[in-house]
């Protein structure tokens, strides 16, 4: 079966630093771009970060870059995403997703979703 699991999330203060993963179960990530999206309560899912699938080009949200890295080991079929100096407005549960090759913001492109890990940024 084909699947992304995320892990890695927790509650942190204000000023802390997460590190989120992305591993894919049941297929390789070598062909297939990496986008970290998030979702708090009441809004829609948004785009984090991505990152192609050489790992070669990586994008981030305006209200992120920074703080936030995202980067790649195929040879784990893991993504990772590098979160510092995390802020209240962070908290929510994060998503990775996977489609081919390049990175799109349109949440609808993407072929394959984690069941999402819950951050929450609180003191």
């Known amino acids: 079966q084909l699947q992304l699991v995320e892990s890695g999330g927790g509650l942190v203060q204000p000023g802390g630093s997460l590190r989120l993963s992305c591993a894919a179960s049941g297929f390789t990530l070598d062909f297939y771009a990496i986008g970290w999206f998030r979702q708090a309560p009441g809004k829609e899912r948004e785009g984090v970060s991505c990152i192609s699938s050489s790992g070669g080009r990586t994008n981030y949200a305006d209200s992120v870059s920074g703080r936030f890295t995202i980067s790649r080991d195929n040879a784990k079929s893991t993504v990772y995403l590098q979160m510092n100096s995390l802020k209240p407005e962070d908290t929510g549960i994060y998503y990775c997703?996977?489609?081919?090759?390049?990175?799109?913001?349109?949440?609808?492109?993407?072929?394959?979703w984690g069941q999402g890990t819950q951050v929450t940024v609180s003191s």
């Open positions: 997703a996977a489609r081919s090759t390049y990175c799109s913001s349109y949440v609808g492109t993407y072929k394959y």
